[in-house]
Each structure stands twice: as C-alpha cells, then as structure tokens.
C-alpha cells in the first residue's frame, strides 16, 4: 500500500528565511509520481510539481526548489527568502503507475502549515 | 469560465435532506474526481472516473452517490448524511496517461464547504 508521511505539521518563520518541507513516501511500486500541491486559506489546491520516479533531478522554480532522493524515498520542498504569501497549507501526494494507464487517485500526506511572520 | 468551477461553494444541511454537489472542468480532461477533506483527516480520495466510467469508488458510503453525465462534468449526490460527513469536498480532473499528454496532475477546484446539522 502507498502511503506518504509529512511529519512537520507546522512550520513557523520569519520572513526571508529559507524553509524546507519534508515529505517521505512509501510505495511498491518502480514506476510512480510524486507531487507538490499548496493550497492557501481560500482552500483551492494548486499544483506546484511533479516528479517521475526514473528521474531523480533536483528541480528548481524561482524561489521553489525541490529535492526528490530515491535512496531515502524523500521528496523535499525548499523555499527560499520566503515571503508571506507563501503562509499556506502544503501537501505532498503520490499515485502509482496503475495497470497502464488511466486516471489514478492521489494519496496525500496530511499536510504542513507553513506560516511566514513579516 | 476557466480551470474548475464547483457548486455551491457552500452548503449547510440537515440530516435528511437530499442535495448535489456540482463540478464542471473547461480544461479538455477525461478523467474527474471526487475528493473529501475533513479536519481530522488527510484528504481522501472518493471516486474516479475516466472517460464517463467509474474507475474507483474508495469505499463510501453509498449515502453519497456520484454521477458523472460526461467528462466535462461530475455530480455528488447527498442523501441522508451524518454530522460526521461535514467536510471540504473537493473536485478534480486530469488528463488521461493514455492520451499522452502529461500524467495525472490533477487541477483542483475550489471546493464546497459541506455543513450537515
């Protein structure tokens, strides 16, 4: 069975300090996907990544970056010179391939609530 | 309309009323879910369909009922609910793998904040 672990359930900083966000999946599977959603208090979920199990290259977006370790099964999400409008609730998830295609359920992490203090 | 529109955006109810949750998806996907966040549990996956058909049904209870008309839109239907049902649901869709397009990143609507008296 999958299974995703957030263990920080909250985080609080200042702003302009870098801030990283653990995530450590489980899954049987050789072929998966891992994702990075945040959702802010008006409680739509945005999609901020996502990361094939056969490649394990860090990624970087603005001051988004993302560490996926296969050796550790982690993905990690580090925000860098935070701002406050990155305070928001953020989820890690995981589906597996299936069967050969189709549409697959996410499973998600229960989530860590960032806050950033001006 | 853009992305994932739900209706209502909010929904309060008692315990033997009958209603239905709207989604509607204008992003050209085939498949479409049903998700049910609640405070004191992770977000949980309810039901999938792909291309009209029920793919997934993650053991719900059947006083929620879902149906999904074609692949632009999904129903929830609430019949005879419990106070313990009172959570955020959630809508989503994504393109099918099949279809070569990307893979399973699945866009969210904004959700129905569900009260059950």
């Known amino acids: 069975a999958q299974k995703v672990t957030q263990a920080q359930t909250e985080i609080s900083v200042v702003e302009k300090e870098d801030v990283t966000l653990d995530c450590v999946y489980e899954t049987r599977d050789t072929t998966y996907y891992l994702f990075w959603y945040k959702q802010p208090p008006s409680g739509e979920l945005v999609f901020l990544i996502r990361?094939?199990?056969?490649?394990?290259q860090n990624e970087i977006s603005g001051r988004y970056s993302w560490n996926f370790q296969k050796s550790t099964s982690s993905f990690n999400f580090t925000i860098t010179a935070s701002q406050v409008v990155d305070s928001a609730v953020y989820f890690c998830a995981l589906s597996e391939a299936g069967t050969g295609g189709g549409a697959d359920g996410l499973t998600f992490g229960k989530g860590t609530h960032l806050i950033i203090q001006p | 309309e853009t992305g994932v529109t739900q209706t209502p955006r909010h929904l309060v109810m008692g315990m033997t009323n009958k209603k239905s949750l709207k989604c509607e998806q204008h992003?050209?996907?085939?498949?479409m879910y049903w998700y049910k966040q609640s405070a004191k549990k992770p977000l949980e996956l309810m039901f999938v369909y792909n291309f009209k058909e029920q793919t997934e049904n993650n053991s719900v209870p059947s006083r929620f009922s879902p149906e999904c008309p074609n692949s632009s839109h999904l129903f929830l239907h609430l019949h005879t609910l419990q106070p313990e049902d009172s959570a955020l649901y959630l809508c989503?869709?994504?393109?099918?793998?099949?279809?070569?397009?990307?893979?399973?990143?699945?866009?969210f609507g904004p959700g129905t904040r569900l009260t059950v008296l």
């Open positions: 990361r094939n199990s056969f490649d394990e």
């Open positions: 989503a869709s994504s393109q099918d793998i099949s279809i070569g397009v990307g893979y399973n990143e699945q866009f």
């Open positions: 992003l050209g996907h085939n498949a």
